[in-house]
Each structure stands twice: as C-alpha cells, then as structure tokens.
C-alpha cells in the first residue's frame, strides 16, 4: 500500500491514514490490530481511555516491522491534566505499550473547566525535548484552546485530532489550522457509520465503482487531512486501506461540501466534556 504522508510542523511526517482503535476489546487488539498491520497500515490511534494500549504493543511487538516504519499515537485522558499527572500518564501509557517512545502523544480533551490545558502542554513541550514523545498535539482544541496555548507558550501543536465527517467539516477550526500549521486528523471519518448510507456519498461511490466508505477516506485525503477510520471486520479493513487506486472529481468535492450541517456533530462539545 502506498503510504502518504504530511510533514508536521516539527519536520516529522505524519502517515495519512492511519487506524483507529476505539471500542476495541484489549483483548481482540493483538489480533484486529495484526490484521491491520497485515494489510498495510502503518499507523495506530490508540488512547490511554481506550483500555487497548497493552493488547495494541503486543500486535506491534508480533508483528516483526521495523519500529522505525510505524507511528503510533496515544492520548493523555481527561484525568491527567497538570504536570505531574501527564509526566505519570505518559509514561504508563509507554510501559502499557510496550514501547520507548511514541511518535505522537496528543492531550485527548482540553476540558476547559479544569483550566489546566496549557500546563499540560508544557508537561508534553518535555517529553517532546526527551525525545519520548517524537511529536505533540491535542485532540479536541477549539480556535480558542489553540490560541492560548500557542499565546502562552510559544508553541504551535502539531496536530489537533479533531471530530470530522462529512455532515460535520468544521471548516472554520480547519481554516485557523492552515493558518497556524497544524495538520488536521479526523476522528470518527466515517461518522462511525452513519455517513456510509448518504445517498450523495452512495451515488459517488457507484459512478466509481468504489464503496461508500472508500469515497469517505478518499475525500479527507484529498482536503490534505489524516484519517483514522476504525473496524473490526477484516473485509472491511482492507477495504479502509484500498484508497489510492481512483480519484474524485470536482463535482464530487462540490457534492461532498454541501453535506455539511450545522447539527452534524455526533460526540461531545470541548467547551463541555471532561
Ligand atoms: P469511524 O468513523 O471510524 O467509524 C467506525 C464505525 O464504522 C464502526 O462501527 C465500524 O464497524 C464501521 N465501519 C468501519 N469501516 C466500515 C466500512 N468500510 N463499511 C461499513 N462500516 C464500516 O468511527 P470511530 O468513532 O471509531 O473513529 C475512528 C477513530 O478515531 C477511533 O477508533 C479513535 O481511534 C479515534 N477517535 C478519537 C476521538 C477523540 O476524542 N480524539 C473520539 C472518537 C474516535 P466495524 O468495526 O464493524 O467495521
């Protein structure tokens, strides 16, 4: 599988697509996970809230590829803000996987209401300068969270992991990203389903002769964004990974834009959760 990739803002790249593995049980990662390894994915979603970083490091550690051609990520939960209590998640989540760095440590939830996001991020600024952490950023940041943390600490993350999907593209919080450097990644790129059964995005996915969710992941490729589309099902990973034999056309990227709306949110508000 050809693996496209971003440059990060610190220079690092960043695989395209990647897989995400939310809901996974522990114990089925090491299998789903080696599948996916299998077949050509060479990034992994993982979170310290997602209870799979120890079933994740086993499917790493078995499947004999080079650690230097994977990139896995992991998050920092909602109950380790503060420097301390990043410095201890982090470092759990490693041993969990099994691994002496990660390529892209993000903080999950800015859960404003704590008001220790930007204290958090300076605790990621020193894994960073460790080497630990090979890249940082957040997941879930707002403009406004983003401002802060780029104002009070003079650095930019290097990726915000952020909900996206057709019914909901965001294109205000991807614009300040283009602005500022960020690189944009989707979570839920499928919108966990629902967007598969789009009669526009079905309609596209015939005249190419592609399948819906095909037509989804191509879409946020070609936005120059990362997608983290998650399965259990092995056809169905395959199929996630088999997105760079066709190209959409312009009618199509039109088509996809006007399924934007502003109720298409399907998890929790920032300003809110946590
Ligand atoms: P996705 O948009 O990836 O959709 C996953 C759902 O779609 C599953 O039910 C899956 O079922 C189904 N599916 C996947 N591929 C296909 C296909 N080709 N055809 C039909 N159905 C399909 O949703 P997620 O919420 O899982 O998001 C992806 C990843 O994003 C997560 O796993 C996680 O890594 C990350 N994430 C991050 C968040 C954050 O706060 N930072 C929040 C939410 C997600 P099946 O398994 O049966 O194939």
New binding site residues.
């Given amino acids: 599988m050809t693996q496209p990739t971003l440059t990060l803002n610190d220079g690092k790249r960043i695989p395209q697509l990647g897989f995400?593995?939310?809901?996974?049980a522990d114990e089925d990662a090491p299998e789903t996970v080696g599948l996916a390894l299998e077949v050509g994915y060479r990034s992994i979603?993982?979170?310290a809230a997602?209870g799979n970083e120890a079933g994740v490091g086993r499917a790493i550690a078995a499947s004999g590829i080079p650690r230097e051609e994977l990139f896995v990520a992991t998050?920092l939960w909602n109950d380790a803000h503060g420097t301390d209590e990043a410095l201890r998640a982090f470092d759990a989540s490693l041993k969990r996987l099994g691994l002496d760095y990660v390529d892209l440590y993000?903080v999950?939830?800015p859960v404003p209401q704590r008001n220790a996001y930007v204290e958090t991020w300076k605790a990621l600024m020193r894994l960073r300068e460790d080497g630990r952490a090979r890249s940082i950023g957040v997941?879930?940041f707002t403009v406004a969270h983003l401002k802060r943390v780029i104002d009070e600490t003079g650095s930019t993350p290097s990726v915000n992991?952020i909900?996206l999907?057709p019914r909901f593209q965001q294109r205000e919080l991807r614009a300040f990203h283009a602005e500022a450097g960020i690189v944009t990644e989707a979570?839920?790129?499928?919108?966990?389903?629902a967007?598969?059964e789009d009669p526009v995005i079905r309609g596209i996915a015939d005249k190419h002769g592609r399948?819906?969710?095909?037509v989804i992941l191509r879409w946020h490729l070609d936005l120059g964004q990362v997608a983290?589309?998650?399965?259990?099902?092995p056809a169905?990973i395959r199929?996630?990974a088999d997105v760079f034999g066709f190209s959409l056309d312009e009618a199509d990227h039109a088509a996809i834009a006007g399924l934007d709306t502003p109720d298409g949110r399907i998890?929790p508000h920032p300003d809110t959760f946590g």
């Avoid at 995400?20 to 996974?24: A, E, P």
């Avoid at 399948?211 to 095909?214: H, K, P, S, V």
Wanted: net charge positive.
């Fill in positions: 995400g593995v939310w809901k996974l979603d993982t979170a997602y998050k993000l999950h939830w997941s879930n992991q909900e999907h979570w839920s790129p499928l919108g966990q389903g967007a598969l399948t819906a969710a095909q983290i589309p998650k399965s259990q099902n169905r199929e996630n998890g």
